[in-house]
């Protein structure tokens, strides 16, 4: 079942502005990831936040969480055009006893030179 | 350092074929193991994680199976590929530790066409 659902589905931005995406989820979380997936690759995790946490940075990344609106925002700034990718977040779901990282669909964000 | 390998990088069968994809994980012992289909312009999709040598969790039943035979291996197979089978499957592990973080490591996917 589909926890995450980013927003918009795909961005098209120009080399040195920022790039926003959004993440919406259903249910209570432990934390919420973010990853990186280039075209034909594997995903690469790039930031997490714990649910008592309200805003994390990595570098050039800044990620919010909201748990009172079960959403999240990824905010790429001075983007380049090596961060073209498709972006996903995903939220831990327990299930009978166990552990999932369930995956939004991904946004596709294009940073042209 | 860990590393996490995926063979064969990309593969083309006809429909009511075997399929074997291996995955095999470096730097690591007793990781949780999962396979994930993605098909074209779409999600992940959870097909069978394991948490333990011959230990298997499907979450979707179909025709597809997953194997354990060594604690860094992990293998998808089918009997028979049917052309929904087609998409790009990824293997990843995350450390058995008990971090609450549940961060997977991916590797680099298989990209498999049924036809």
């Known amino acids: ?113 | 350092s860990q590393t996490i390998h995926q063979w064969p990088a990309t593969l083309v069968q006809p429909v009511g074929s075997p399929l074997s994809l291996e995955c095999t994980v470096e730097g690591t012992s007793n990781p949780n193991l999962y396979w994930y289909r993605q098909a074209a312009g779409r999600g992940l999709q959870l097909l069978f994680y394991s948490v333990g040598i011959g230990q298997i969790s499907s979450e979707v039943p179909q025709n597809l199976s997953a194997s354990r035979p060594q604690d860094r291996q992990f293998i998808l197979s089918s009997k028979k590929l049917l052309l929904s089978d087609s998409g790009f499957y990824l293997c990843a592990w995350r450390p058995w530790h008990g971090r609450r973080d549940n961060e997977q490591f991916f590797g680099p996917g298989t990209r498999l066409t049924v036809l």
């Not at chain 1, 990831?33 to 050039?60: F, P």
């Not at chain 1, 905010?75 to 552990?99: H, K, M, N, P």
């Open chain 1, 1 to 113: 079942s589909q926890q995450g659902e980013e927003d918009p589905q795909a961005l098209s931005i120009q080399e040195g502005e920022n790039a926003t995406m959004n993440c919406s989820y259903k249910t209570s979380i432990n934390n919420l990831q973010w990853y990186r997936q280039n075209s034909g690759r594997g995903l690469v995790h790039l930031i997490l936040i714990r649910s008592n946490e309200r805003e994390k940075h990595s570098g050039r990344l800044r990620v919010t969480l909201d748990t009172s609106k079960k959403s999240s925002s990824l905010l790429i700034t001075a983007s380049r055009a090596a961060d073209t990718a498709s972006y996903f977040c995903a939220t831990v779901v327990t299930q009978g006893g166990s552990e999932k990282l369930v995956f939004g669909k991904g946004m596709k964000l294009t940073v042209n030179p």
